[in-house]
Nanobody
Framework: QVQMVESGGGLVQAGGSLRLSCAAAGRTFSRYAMGWFRQAPGKERDFVAA????????YYADSVKGRFTISRDNAKNMVYLQMNSLKPEDTAVYYC????????????????WGQGTQVTVSS
């Protein structure tokens, strides 16, 4: 069973930066577009960013465009999210998962979601 493992979250002041990392225990990311999603308390899980396979094209939600950068290291089977100029509204649990490139919805055939990593941005 595939299990996603996200890390790198924490508490940061507004304007600060964090770099999130994602690994998959039990499966390769090969041939999958990968994405980051986030869920704030009381809200639905939203799309944040996606990167194509093998990584030449990226796509971002308008709310993070110009501040966040998604990348992947296929040799290490890792996906990253560099987050700069963080805002309090970026506070959420962040998840990575395989993504349907046409819709930016999570795929339904990639296994279990991980626990996510908490990002808290103070004002």
């Amino acid at each position: 069973q595939v299990q996603m493992v996200e890390s790198g979250g924490g508490l940061v002041q507004a304007g600060g930066s964090l770099r999130l990392s994602c690994a998959a225990a039990g499966r390769t990311f090969s041939r999958y577009a990968m994405g980051w999603f986030r869920q704030a308390p009381g809200k639905e899980r939203d799309f944040v960013a996606a990167i194509s396979w093998p990584g030449g094209v990226t796509y971002y939600a308008d709310s993070v465009k110009g501040r966040f950068t998604i990348s992947r290291d296929n040799a290490k089977n890792m996906v990253y999210l560099q987050m700069n100029s963080l805002k309090p509204e970026d506070t959420a649990v962040y998840y990575c998962y395989a993504v349907n490139w046409r819709t930016t919805y999570p795929r339904t055939d990639f296994g279990s979601w991980g626990q996510g990593t908490q990002v808290t941005v103070s004002s």
